[in-house]
Structure formats: C-alpha cells, structure tokens
C-alpha cells in the first residue's frame, strides 16, 4: 500500500471513529444522515441501520452492532480480506475460501438479496431496531 493512501486513511477512520464515539446516530441533532432510500420508499436498503451498528461496535456493543446490520458485521470483514487479497496482502492459508467467493456478481446477488429479503414478512428480525 501507498504511504499517502495510509496517509488519507488513518485521519479520516480516527475521525470516523471519533463521530462514532461521540454522536449516537439515533438522537434528535445528530451529524448522521438517515437512509433516503427509507425516507422515499419506507423500504430498508441493504445498508440500512449500517451507521448504528458502527456506533454500536465502536462501543464494543456486539450484538446490537449485529441487530442493526447483519450484512456489515459479517459481510465487512469478508470485504476487507477479499480487498487484501486483490492488493496481494490476503492471508494465503483463506486463498482457497477467498478464491470462491470473491466473484463481484456473487457479492451483488449476496447484497441485493438481503435487501429483499429484509422487507419480507417473517424476516423482520432483520431489520435494524429502533
């Protein structure tokens, strides 16, 4: 990796982080934009309950992390050793794993069927928790 990619990088996750930290994104006044794709359907998008999961994880609060957004807790670290692999960095012992699922069409179908899926009656579970 660059030095001036980890130069922009490291500032902008600790601010990330810091906003995390300090604004719950369910008070009245806070900094974080709603979903506009539920503000103009009243449908949940994949991404959905996403920035509260992040404050719940910054707060070391797993499970509500989880309840907010499945796909990110468990789909994010998936991301991010498949970004480590395209760079060449991915662990060589997940290579034989990385190398099946790292298909974008598979990720696609994987993110717009969650976002299906969530709206289903009887699928309310994942939906985030207000």
Known sequence: ???WWLALLAPTTALGVWMLRTFDPNAEGSPFLGCIFYQVTGLLC???GSTRAMHALVHLELG???SMNALLLIG???GLLLVLRA???GP???EPVLGRISSPWLWVAIVLGYGVVRNLPGFE???PLA
Do not use: E, S, V, Y
Request: one cysteine or more; glycine letters at 10%.
């Open 64 to 66: 509500r992390a989880l």
């Open 1 to 3: 990796m660059h030095l």
């Open 87 to 89: 760079l060449g960095r």
């Open 76 to 78: 994010g670290p998936i």
């Open 125 to 127: 579970f994942l939906a």
């Open 92 to 94: 060589a012992r997940l």
């Open 46 to 48: 994949p991404a959905c």
